[in-house]
């Protein structure tokens, strides 16, 4: 999706879609030709949110040859249609009948004497509105250890996903979920579908994080954020979000 064009193409075919309730013995699904959709992935909101901006930015070149331009700057009213627009379109891919994954760039932001890891996003009360529109919202971090049956030293990378810690970083707990869990989208869906579907006294609160959330500046590459639909500086991190 290299325009906003084209993501208003696919939204548009995901919303005319017709809901199967179990065209290949997996359960329900969107029917998009013959493909079963049960999981959207956004990659990323951030990225999105660039192209409506890009978009509007683009204005017709001065002799009628149809072609466009790019203007220099945005008046604030233009900026407040750009979160408005971001907004909308976030809740319309929440909308569908299917799981949605959403991923961010991270970045740090000043909260008065604090610093705060959120979604880089346009518009200085968005990163956390947003949220308001998932199940869940984790920050996706990088570690390496070393095995004490590793005679060579060699390092082992863990990839996990926080979603409870403390307000340095701006996420949402899932009940039912721990506060960390291992970055396996695969078996991420899986277990909340299994959450959603269970009865609501099976449902445990998320237990308190037993070590403090991870430095952020010990991460060596870009981390991303998270958040999950049904489910300042700016610095080009990553962060995810789920459905």
Known sequence: LDTADNLRSTLRDLRLAKVDPNPDG?????????????????????????????????????????????????????????????????????????????????????????????????????????????SG?????????????????????????????DRRFLVKPVPGFPARTTADFGKLLSDWTDLRNSPPETVAEAPEPKEGPPEAEDSTEPVETKQGAKKSSRRRRRTRSED
Do not use: H
Not at 37 to 58: A, F, G, I, K, Y
Not at 108 to 113: K, L, Q, V
Not at 143 to 155: I, L, M, P, Q, R
């Open 26 to 134: 997996k359960g329900p699904a969107l029917m998009v030709g013959d493909i079963p959709v049960r999981t959207v992935v956004l990659d990323s909101v951030t990225d999105l949110q660039v192209m409506l901006r890009d978009e509007m930015m683009s204005v017709p070149s001065e002799g009628g040859s149809g072609g466009k331009s790019s203007k220099e700057t945005m008046t604030m009213q233009e900026w407040g249609i750009l979160i408005d627009r971001t907004m909308r379109l976030v809740r319309a891919f929440r909308d569908l009948p299917c799981n949605l994954l959403a991923l961010f760039l991270a970045e740090e932001a000043s909260d008065g004497d604090n610093v705060i890891i959120r979604p880089q996003l346009y518009g200085k009360k968005l990163p956390g509105q947003i949220q308001q529109f998932f």
């Open 137 to 165: 919202s984790g920050y996706l971090y990088r570690s390496e250890s070393v095995s004490d049956d590793d005679e060579d030293g060699n390092k082992t990378t863990k990839r996990t996903i926080l979603w409870d810690g």
